[in-house]
Nanobody, 127 residues
Framework: QVQLVESGGGLVQAGGSLRLSCAAS????????MGWFRQAPGKGREFVST????????YYAESVKGRFTMSRDNAKNTVYLQMNSLKPEDTADYFC????????????????????WGQGTQVTVSS
């Protein structure tokens, strides 16, 4: 079992920045691909970004490309999402997810691919 805890959410003005963190605990000796997803009120959970275990592969949704950066520190069992130039449409609950993998370069884009999920952290961007 792996437990994921997100932090770093909050209220920010449009154009501002936030950095989300996701700390993993439990069975962390396995390789995990990680992802960030978000869910706005009344909408489904959507893909934001993913990173491979090695950190060498990252992919982003078109809506956040160029503004968000995902990274990881395996020594700290933590992944990060640096969010810059935030827009009101980025307002959502943000969730991190982990999926065991046998390949250090694997990434996953769909929520169905992930087994472990955090409880989420709320991000609100005011206009």
């Amino acid at each position: 079992q792996v437990q994921l805890v997100e932090s770093g959410g909050g209220l920010v003005q449009a154009g501002g920045s936030l950095r989300l963190s996701c700390a993993a605990s439990g069975r962390t000796g396995t390789m995990y691909a990680m992802g960030w997803f978000r869910q706005a009120p009344g909408k489904g959970r959507e893909f934001v970004s993913t990173i491979s275990w090695s950190g060498g592969n990252t992919y982003y949704a078109e809506s956040v490309k160029g503004r968000f950066t995902m990274s990881r520190d395996n020594a700290k069992n933590t992944v990060y999402l640096q969010m810059n130039s935030l827009k009101p449409e980025d307002t959502a609950d943000y969730f991190c997810a982990a999926e065991p993998t046998i390949s250090s370069g694997s990434t996953y884009y769909t929520k169905e691919s992930y087994y472990y999920w955090g409880q989420g952290t709320q991000v609100t961007v005011s206009s």
